[in-house]
């Protein structure tokens, strides 16, 4: 069965470090996502990605982060310089075209979790 | 006040019995999504339903639209169903979903 899968399972970084978050998603989807969950708080909305450009963000995505579809089946998540709050454990997700795109299943991966200290 | 609230926030059950988790949210919303998620973190999809009912194996979603609520119910609960379930609203936007989870009901059953 298809999965989305998500490269590294666990970093460890220093504060003010680059972290490059990695996700190959299903290869016939359209719609990507990330989503963050700080450890024992909800899931929440980083960002959506469609035809090669962002569609939605949360107030979360500010410019230190940002996401980029590189090679056509790679999506990552860049954290240009790495907070103590960022530590989270960082989920990619993907869902098919429906038509509407609002009700796509998703599809998520392991999760990376990240450690800034 | 939180757009998506669900009850019980933890839930201990016998194997065997029948559960029922709650989810009320307070936006407007294309879908429902019911997730799971592991010990280990990894989040599964349940279901997405924006309309009745849906029933996969022993795991039943219902909602009502008009009451903004959702429950899911699982039948002869077994130890294995152990797990966090999570409600998540997929607000209605132009061009693609963005969820609003709840925080979880944390379920464990015991044998």
């Known amino acids: 069965e298809p999965e989305v899968t998500q490269t590294p399972s666990h970093q460890v970084t220093q504060m003010g470090q680059e972290v490059i978050l990695r996700c190959v998603p299903i290869?016939?989807?359209?719609?990507f996502y990330w989503y963050r969950q700080i450890l024992g708080q909800k899931v929440e909305f980083l960002v959506s990605?469609?035809?090669?450009?962002?569609?939605?963000k949360s107030e979360i995505f500010d410019d230190q982060f940002s996401v980029e579809r590189p090679d056509g089946s790679n999506f990552t998540l860049k954290i240009r310089s790495t907070k103590l709050e960022d530590s989270a454990m960082y989920f990619c997700?993907?869902?098919?075209?429906?038509?509407?795109?609002?009700?796509?299943?998703?599809?998520f991966g392991e999760g990376s979790r990240l450690t800034v200290l | 006040k939180n757009e998506v609230e669900q009850s019980p926030q933890n839930l201990t059950a016998q194997e065997g019995e029948f559960i029922t988790i709650n989810c009320s949210y307070s936006?407007?919303?294309?879908?429902l999504h019911w997730l799971q998620q592991h010990p280990g973190g990894g989040i599964v999809s349940l279901f997405m339903?924006?309309?009745g009912k849906k029933k996969h194996g022993r795991l039943i979603a219902t909602i009502n639209i008009q009451e903004k609520h959702s429950s899911l119910h699982i039948t002869a609960s077994h130890p294995r169903d152990s797990a966090v379930y999570i409600c998540?609203?997929?607000?209605?936007?132009?061009?693609?979903?963005?969820?609003?989870f709840g925080t979880g009901t944390r379920l464990q059953v015991t044998l």
């Open positions: 990605f469609y035809n090669n450009e962002i569609s939605e």
């Open positions: 936006v407007g919303i294309s879908a």
């Open positions: 339903l924006s309309s």
């Open positions: 997700a993907s869902s098919p075209h429906t038509g509407d795109p609002g009700t796509g299943e998703l599809f």
């Open positions: 998540a609203a997929n607000r209605h936007t132009g061009t693609a979903s963005k969820l609003t």
């Open positions: 290869s016939n989807h359209l719609y």
